[in-house]
């Protein structure tokens, strides 16, 4: 899932300044499962900025509205009734969802109101830990199941570095479990030890961050 | 010639006085089965207070806290159980973290602090919840009135 994290308040009212009337437009999907830009956020965040802009002397009125997911354009149509009545648009999509509606909305402003920060799990309540890349050649078969890319420090692709600590933990950041430690004890657990030490095809990083942004295109789905 | 005496009244107006308007959510579990409530409309020069019966203090939403604010309430007292005595298990320490973060916010945005607390307690008396809404008014005044009086939707 992907995660993201509310901007601070001080950013949001620097970027609303001067605005007579904005629209919080929040995202029912991922945004919303950890906490930063569902229906309830919104609800949260309204009377915040209101407050907020008060205190600096720029009044705001707000309008919010949050739908099941900006990253899809059925459901960013439903802005469309309200979008003409604001100033601006504050997006608490992923950063897939603001460039919706910035896309299907060139003629308003449009900011966010979250970073979004990673693919991760929910390990606990409140916990949420980054657990993949999205590096699109995904070798978990190899490793039982833990993903070097996301988890290690370095993302390294051939076993551990030699600097983990005694306790297993990581020698780049303490509270890290060196995911390799982890893939050799699992290995262990289950018989398979000698499977890491076979020689395996350089891993395809063409799917990396830079080289513009990725398509993935299924002609068997296409009109 | 002789001047006539002068006697100069001070008369305090009403309008200039800020008397702190203090919402007060308190747990159903609080106060005393037979708790006089209406002491909330006893006249005071000093504050005003409306009490809110909730189920569980663990009902309350960090959404709710500061739409109550926007609205123009100068304060709001959260009256739960004593940490290991909810009766909903941990309604009260969810309430605790939510009304910490309120008043995280409301650092952020400057509008004091002091606007939001929590008490704990078993056995209030509606006179007792009173008290605690006039020491709640005691700490908003210095901020003086919600900046979003007559601003409300």
Redesign the interface.
């Known amino acids: 899932m992907i995660i993201a994290e509310a901007k ?3 950013e949001l ?1 620097q970027q609303l300044a001067g605005l007579r009337r904005v629209l919080i437009a929040g995202c029912g999907c991922c945004v919303a499962e950890c906490a930063a830009g569902g229906e ?1 956020e919104v ?2 965040l309204a ?2 900025l ?3 802009l ?2 600096e002397g720029h ?1 705001l ?1 707000i309008l919010t509205k949050t739908v099941e997911r900006q990253c899809e354009w059925e459901f960013v149509e439903e802005l469309a009734e309200l979008v003409p009545k604001v100033d601006a648009v504050l997006s608490l999509a992923c950063g897939i969802g603001v460039q919706a509606v910035a896309e299907r909305f060139p003629d308003v402003l449009v900011y966010p109101g979250v970073n979004t920060t990673s693919l991760a799990l929910r390990e606990e309540a409140g916990l949420w830990v980054a657990r993949c890349q999205a590096c699109g050649d995904c070798r978990l078969g190899e490793t039982f199941g833990l993903c070097p890319v996301a988890r290690c420090a370095k993302s390294l692709q051939n076993g551990p570095c030699g600097g983990t600590r005694k306790n297993g933990k990581c020698e780049v950041d303490e509270n890290l479990d060196c995911v390799w430690n982890l893939i050799v004890e699992r290995a262990i657990a289950r018989g398979q030890l000698e499977t890491l030490l076979r020689v395996r095809p350089p891993k395809d990083w063409s799917n990396s961050h830079h080289g513009g942004p990725k398509q993935m295109l299924r002609e068997d789905l296409r009109p | 010639m002789m001047m006539a005496p002068r006697t100069e009244i001070l008369v305090e107006r009403e309008a200039e006085v800020f008397r702190p308007e203090i919402v007060v959510l308190f747990c159903q579990h609080c106060v005393v089965p037979d708790a006089d409530l209406t002491v909330a409309g006893m006249a005071t020069s000093r504050f005003k207070a409306k009490l809110v019966m909730i189920p569980c203090t663990g009902k309350i939403e960090t959404s709710q806290l500061l739409s109550i604010l926007a609205e123009g309430v100068d304060g709001i007292q959260v009256v739960g159980c004593p940490r290991q005595q909810c009766h909903r298990l941990d309604g009260n320490l969810r309430a605790e973290k939510r009304v910490e973060r309120v008043r995280q916010f409301l650092h952020e945005i400057r509008m004091g602090t002091e606007r939001l607390d929590m008490e704990r307690g078993l056995d209030f008396s509606g006179l007792q919840l009173m008290l605690l809404a006039e020491r709640r008014a005691n700490a908003v005044k210095p901020l003086g009135p919600n900046p979003m009086k007559g601003d409300s939707d």
């Open positions: 601070p308040i001080l009212v309830r609800e949260t009377p915040l209101r407050m907020a008060q205190v009044p009125e």
